[in-house]
């Protein structure tokens, strides 16, 4: 593990580790960039190269070992999704008066921060921002420079505020990472106090150029399939699952063709039949509901005279002529109230869901 193993960028990620060579990594850092551009990736490969305790060159630039304490302690904070998972479910058995004041953090490492939006709003709140407080100008114990890793930048007003004292004043032992799809989201005086880099995500064609040197057991419409699922992503290009995909489209294409009044409800109830509750129902559900929500913006691609940019290339024909039978509005709504169903699975807010009701409740009226 190391900044080989960061595809793409490499003008961004070269200029941060020049930086970093001259000892100066930004006490703000706004890391901009689309979904899957490596935004969180890099943050905490930049915090393990800073605190590295067997710092190593590559291409004549600081790089990260990966083994020291530090390296393996920051690492673990890499799967983001599980960890929040794991912090919203540990919340989710407190009692509740305790509940109100716990705030999702995720520290892996006791000089390495890393602060989620909080759920349900899904918003930075003002008390996550007072932990920052708190702990930024205490010097770091076990690192040589604390890292606080924001990984949205959809804050509550009083804690954008609050964010803004931190950088009018920061402490010179500590870097603040803001993560953002959206500048524009940032406060103007806040954007002004940071610096700024951006990512892009993968052109199609690196991507899949990097998925056929890759991933050797997929033939050339399969890689060209992948590199569209992944939507620029690295790591979810290298990591899909192309079987469980096609299991889950296939399911979520019965949803969509009884909606559309294409299918029979026979088939549509075997179906929701072999979906059950429980924690591995669940993660079932998320990849069905996830497969949905592909065909649906590939829908919305083609109605608004962008087929081009289809994702499910293998199944274009079918899209094109279920494109022609639904509206622009009954797609947006679909897509919003399984985005609903989603985010409450993920907090925990929804264990399970009935999927037939599910069915007949998006069907076009
Ligand atoms: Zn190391």
Not at 55 to 67: K, N, R, V
Not at 81 to 106: N, S
Not at 343 to 350: C, D, F, I, T
Request: glycine fraction near 6%; proline fraction near 4%; aromatic fraction near 4%.
């Amino acid at each position: 593990m190391g900044f080989q193993d960061f595809l793409g960028n490499e003008t961004t990620v070269r200029h941060l580790r020049e930086g970093i060579a001259q000892g100066r990594l930004p006490h703000a850092l706004i890391l901009a960039g689309p979904r899957g551009s490596g935004k969180y990736t890099l943050a905490l490969m930049l915090a393990q190269t800073v605190n590295c305790l067997n710092p190593i060159e590559t291409d004549g630039l600081p790089d990260f070992c990966g083994t020291c304490r530090n390296c393996t302690r920051i690492a673990e904070s890499m799967p983001l999704e599980t960890r929040v998972d794991e912090a919203i479910a540990a919340r989710e058995e407190m009692r509740e008066v305790d509940k109100k004041d716990t705030r999702i953090l995720i520290q892996t490492h006791p000089d390495v921060l890393v602060i989620p939006p909080d759920p349900p709003q899904l918003l930075i709140k003002l008390g996550q921002v007072r932990t920052v407080i708190r702990e930024i100008y205490r010097v770091p114990a076990e690192a040589k420079r604390a890292v606080y890793i924001f990984t949205s930048a959809s804050f509550m007003k009083e804690a954008a505020n609050s964010l803004l004292k931190i950088l009018e004043e920061p402490p010179a032992h500590a870097s603040i990472f803001l993560l953002a799809e959206n500048t524009g989201e940032l406060l103007p005086t806040i954007r002004s106090r940071a610096g700024l880099a951006r990512l892009g995500a993968l052109p199609l064609e690196q991507l899949e150029e990097l998925i056929a040197k890759r991933r050797t057991d997929l033939g050339p419409a399969q890689r060209q399939l992948v590199a569209r699922l992944a939507q620029g992503a690295v790591g979810a290009a290298l990591g899909f699952d192309l079987e469980q995909y096609f299991g889950h489209r296939q399911d979520a294409l019965i949803i969509l063709r009884h909606a559309t009044r294409e299918a029979d409800h026979s088939m549509l109830f075997r179906m929701t039949e072999a979906y059950r509750a429980g924690a591995e129902g669940q993660e079932k559900i998320q990849g069905l509901l996830g497969a949905m929500i592909s065909l649906l913006e590939d829908l919305l691609l083609i109605q608004s005279g962008q087929a081009a940019l289809v994702r499910n290339i293998d199944l274009q024909s079918e899209l094109n002529a279920m494109a022609g039978t639904v509206n622009f509005e009954w797609i947006e709504n679909t897509a919003r109230s399984i985005q609903k169903v989603q985010s409450g699975m993920r907090r925990n807010l929804l264990r399970s869901l009935a999927l037939d009701a599910f069915a007949a409740e998006i069907a076009v009226r």
